[in-house]
Every structure is written in C-alpha cells, then in structure tokens.
C-alpha cells in the first residue's frame, strides 16, 4: 500500500526493452527502486504504468535522459523525448526530462555493492533498470534542491 506522506514522484529509466521505475516521496528522501516494466509490448507497458500511476498518484513523472557524454542528443535521447510526449498525452501530470549521465554510474556502483555483499549476478540485473530510475530521481532532487538553494542566494 502507498504511503501518502507528501508529494509521489516517479522516476524512469526509458529503454526499448524494459523501463525501470522508482518512487520518491519529495519530503521523505532518498528514492527506491519499485518495478521493472517491460517494454516491447506497448499494450501491457500501459496496462502496467496505469496501474502504478493509479496505486501511487504521483503529482510528477521524471524520465531520465540519455544523452551523450558530451551533453548532445544520441538516438535514444530522441526515443526518450518521443516516450516522455507519450506519457504527457496519456496522464494529466507534469513530466519532465532529467539528464542521467552521472545516475546511470551511480545505479552500477549500487549494484556492483550489492553483489560484494552477496546479491546474485542474476537478481542484481533485474534490479538495475529499476535502480538506474532510483538514481535518476535521487538526482533530480539533488538538483531541484540546488537551484532552490541558487534561487535564495542569488
């Protein structure tokens, strides 16, 4: 069952295949992994982001965008955006685009800590793409706080 201790945000981590989701609740912290969508079927990808959109009512979805290292557009940044205008036509909530260069190594360095405390290999790797959305909330936050913070201290 849902805690309803402030604001649900969920996170994603697009990917043709599977898309990994998590949940942060904006007054309570740090984010955590909640499910691992899978993607090729586009009818069950929305029978399962309606599901958890309706068990969780989020005010936001933050979707991680994958650009190059440099910061340009890649081919999967453009399926990101185009799966990011999808979610903003299907739910009456804001969605927004989070760059997730530095997430996406933040989400390998917690499962490869997971597997030295005994996680397995196979258990960890259904976890990351769930993880990876974890880590790009954590830094959506830490990013929203930091413009907050430039905002009151110009």
Do not use: C
């Not at 990917?15 to 090729?40: C, D, F, S, Y």
């Not at 309706?54 to 185009?82: D, F, K, N």
Request: aromatic fraction near 4%.
């Amino acid at each position: 069952m849902p805690d309803t201790a402030g604001a649900v945000v969920l996170g994603l981590d697009f990917g043709t295949r599977k898309i990994g989701v998590a949940l942060v609740h904006e007054r309570l912290g740090a984010a955590r992994p909640l499910a691992v969508v899978q993607a090729a079927d586009r009818d069950a990808l929305w029978r399962e982001l309606d599901a958890l959109i309706a068990t969780w009512r989020p005010t936001r979805l933050v979707v991680g965008l994958p650009l190059s290292a440099a910061g340009g557009e890649t081919p999967m940044a453009r399926a990101t955006r185009r799966f990011a205008a999808a979610l903003q036509a299907r739910y009456p909530l804001a969605v927004e685009l989070h760059d997730e260069r530095l997430s996406t190594r933040e989400a390998a360095g917690v499962l490869a800590a997971a597997r030295r405390a005994g996680l397995r290999t196979r258990a960890a790797a259904r976890r990351r793409d769930a993880a990876a959305a974890a880590a790009i909330l954590d830094s959506w936050q830490h990013e929203a706080a930091r413009r907050a913070v430039v905002r009151e201290n110009p």
